[in-house]
């Protein structure tokens, strides 16, 4: 079993986040390495800030990972903008926080080395994420609209 160091920060206005369990529950579901993270939900105006900094992406993005040292454990920040998961759990038509717990394991993988840049990593990274969420009792999150 893997040693989970786990930070939560709450700087939304969101009305409807999760709990600080059930982001332990969903970091723990994908980890494959010791790992320290902070994880941080955001209002849209510090994920943009975020995005445009780091990756020169002028828009307020769902999620972003930081991955500060690779030796282990791993260390790494995660970012998650609200407003945004909030808006596209309901476009996708899906419960927000499946939608919520989807998310944190998309960016614990990146910061487990995870990518999907090319069509062989996007292939292997959406098998694990399906294979995680299953087993966690949600839907495969790459069914269903707007996936």
Request: hydrophobic content about 40%.
């Given at each position: 079993?893997?040693?989970?160091?786990?930070?939560?920060?709450?700087?939304?206005?969101?009305?409807?986040?999760?709990?600080?369990?059930?982001?332990?529950?969903?970091?723990?579901?994908?980890?494959?390495?010791?790992v320290q993270i902070t994880l941080r939900l955001v209002?849209?105006?510090?994920?943009?800030?975020?995005?445009?900094?780091?990756?020169?992406?002028?828009?307020?993005?769902?999620?972003?990972?930081?991955?500060?040292?690779?030796?282990?454990?791993?260390?790494?920040?995660?970012?998650?903008?609200?407003?945004?998961?909030?808006?596209?759990?309901?476009?996708q038509h899906k419960h927000l926080m499946e939608y919520y717990?989807?998310?944190?394991?998309?960016?614990?993988?990146?910061?487990?080395?995870?990518?999907?840049?090319?069509?062989?990593?996007?292939?292997?990274?959406?098998?694990?994420?399906?294979?995680?969420?299953?087993?966690?009792?949600?839907?495969?999150?790459?069914?269903?609209?707007?996936?």
């Amino acid at each position: 079993m893997s040693k989970l160091s786990l930070t939560v920060q709450y700087a939304s206005s969101a009305k409807h986040m999760p709990t600080r369990q059930q982001f332990r529950r969903w970091v723990t579901a994908a980890l494959q390495h010791d790992v320290q993270i902070t994880l941080r939900l955001v209002d849209e105006d510090e994920a943009r800030y975020l995005n445009k900094s780091f990756r020169g992406k002028d828009y307020a993005t769902n999620v972003l990972t930081f991955v500060y040292d690779n030796e282990l454990p791993l260390y790494g920040d995660l970012i998650i903008c609200a407003p945004v998961a909030v808006r596209e759990a309901r476009k996708q038509h899906k419960h927000l926080m499946e939608y919520y717990a989807h998310l944190a394991i998309h960016a614990v993988l990146h910061l487990q080395g995870y990518e999907h840049e090319e069509e062989d990593e996007a292939v292997a990274m959406e098998a694990y994420e399906t294979a995680i969420m299953t087993k966690l009792g949600y839907a495969d999150p790459h069914q269903g609209a707007g996936s």
